[in-house]
């Protein structure tokens, strides 16, 4: 089977609102084709009740947007774990996105779009705001299918916040006819795996069981023996129904920059964790598009070999047992003290996919 795929820090100076000095306000935007900048009408946030509503499938355009979309004879039918996990996953998802290496260091953004009034003032920025307008439906052949972008914004400053232009746009396209293995949770957790030429990227999608509103995607970028290169994270909340990202949650966005905040320590992570499993097999099926469904008891024990530790209480980590024949590539959010969620893809020796599980957990043994 073939597989596919600001916060703020400053090198002198370390800006706060109880600052004496006000350098100008960081307000974080996402465009690659600047000629022609797109202005966005910001929302109204203050009065979030309503429930993602039924979606209706719209294709999604954009100049600079990308779609992986393979052909592939599989095929699988609507089910009402489907419809379930398209009300959890559609609507607009905004939040804040950074790149990490492979060791966990946030990356800076490129000089290029960070504002000058940041430069003279020595800030340091790491994190784009983000889109991701999501929908998940059936196609006209009843066959689930799930489209959405991810957006990043350009940073601006101050009141230029009123209109954010479009840094880059890149498209997702995910159905039965994709060549490329998609596990999903009726909870609107789900693992969907793609793979370029000379790499493979896992993107780890985490819904908090408390808070249906609140999400984290982890992609880990691999190269073709498997080894992490870097990783990607998007912390995002839900805003409303699909709109195709025509609107922004402009300032009053619920969430913040957070490439630059504290790390997740290790002590909190390793030891011993159980729990149950949802799993999906893609060894023996030709399904590629697959629910996590047979659930099993789980036992993890978890040392730092391998642990690559990021803000936002999130852990990576990609492993090969010693014989060579299984890596485990494995992504964590601890959601509180001894409790978390984490999502695993297993591979074989020859880089096959054998497994998705998410599971959740909690700490027997710190």
């Known amino acids: 089977m073939a597989m596919t795929a600001a916060f703020f820090s400053s090198n002198t100076n370390i800006l706060s609102p109880s600052s004496q000095c006000h350098p100008p306000v960081l307000s974080l935007r996402s465009s690659s084709t600047l000629q022609f900048p797109i202005t966005h009408q910001f929302r109204n946030t203050s009065s979030n009740t309503s429930t993602p509503a039924a979606p209706i499938l ?10 992986a979309d393979v052909n592939d004879s599989a095929s699988i039918s609507i089910t009402t774990s489907w419809v379930e996990f398209a009300e959890k996953v559609s609507g607009e998802w905004d939040g804040f996105g950074a790149d990490f290496t492979a060791e966990g260091q946030a990356v800076e953004l490129p000089e ?11 800030v340091k920025v790491f994190d784009w705001q983000t889109q991701c307008p ?3 439906t059936a196609d006209n052949t009843d066959t689930p299918s799930l489209t959405y972008r991810s957006i990043k914004l350009l940073p601006t400053v101050g009141c230029e916040a009123d209109a954010a232009t479009i840094y880059s746009s890149e498209e997702r396209h995910i159905s039965a006819r994709h060549g490329s293995a998609f596990a999903y949770a009726p909870t609107g957790c789900y693992v969907a795996v793609d793979s370029a030429v000379k790499s493979i990227e896992l993107e780890h999608c985490l819904i908090d069981p408390n808070n249906k509103e609140s999400r984290v995607r982890v992609i880990q970028v ?29 300032c009053a966005i619920r969430d913040s920059a957070f490439a630059a905040t504290e790390r997740l320590e290790a002590s909190r992570v390793c030891g ?8 999906a097999r893609f060894d023996a099926s030709h399904n590629m598009i697959q629910q996590l469904d047979d659930e099993r008891a789980s036992k993890s024990i978890r040392d730092e070999g391998g642990l690559v530790l990021l803000p936002k209480q999130l852990w990576s980590s990609v492993k090969k047992r010693e014989d060579n024949e299984i890596t485990c590539c494995e992504v964590g959010w601890l959601l509180d003290e001894g409790r978390a969620i984490t999502s695993k893809c297993i591979f074989s020796g020859k880089a096959q996919l054998k497994e998705i599980a998410i599971a959740n957990e909690t700490a027997t043994q710190i």
């Open 222 to 250: 691999l190269d073709s023996e498997l080894k992490l290169v870097r990783i990607k994270v998007f912390v995002e909340q839900w805003y409303g129904p699909f709109r195709n990202g025509d609107q922004l949650g402009g």
């Open 134 to 136: 999501t929908l998940a």
């Open 112 to 122: 290029s779009v960070v504002p000058e009034a940041y430069r003279e003032w020595e």
């Open 272 to 279: 011993v964790w159980q729990g149950t499993s949802a799993v």
């Open 58 to 67: 719209t294709r999604i355009s954009a100049a600079t947007t990308t779609t």
